[in-house]
């Protein structure tokens, strides 16, 4: 009984000194400083995504915009020929 009562204590003091060692040796700036770099890493990448994505939509609304400017254009000179016909 002797025995298994020092091998328990000893086993507790080795348990104890593992995990007082383990987190002893855990870099709490160093894991800040990756999670900080890793949050500025998505949000420039989703800004970026964000901004390719209203530029393609400028380039659309510009593009029906001309269509409809060029529509208006020759309809006005249709207009204007079928006048100087009659």
Same mark, same amino acid.
């Given at each position: +009984?002797?025995?298994?009562? !020092? #091998?328990?204590?000893?086993? !507790?003091?080795?348990?104890?000194?593992? $995990?007082?060692?383990?987190?002893?040796?855990?870099?709490? $700036?160093?894991? +800040? #400083?990756?999670?900080?770099?890793?949050? &500025?890493?998505?949000?420039?990448?989703?800004?970026?995504?964000?901004?390719?994505?209203?530029?393609? *939509?400028? %380039?659309?609304?510009?593009?029906?915009? /001309? /269509? *409809?400017?060029?529509?208006?254009?020759?309809?006005? /000179?249709?207009? $204007?020929? $079928?006048? %100087?016909? &009659?």
């Amino acid at each position: +009984m002797i025995q298994n009562s !020092t #091998i328990t204590v000893v086993e !507790t003091t080795a348990t104890t000194i593992s $995990t007082a060692v383990a987190t002893a040796g855990y870099d709490n $700036t160093g894991a +800040m #400083i990756y999670i900080i770099i890793v949050l &500025l890493w998505y949000s420039i990448g989703i800004i970026f995504m964000l901004g390719m994505q209203m530029k393609a *939509r400028s %380039e659309i609304i510009e593009e029906a915009a /001309r /269509r *409809r400017t060029k529509k208006l254009i020759r309809n006005l /000179r249709d207009h $204007t020929n $079928t006048k %100087e016909i &009659l």
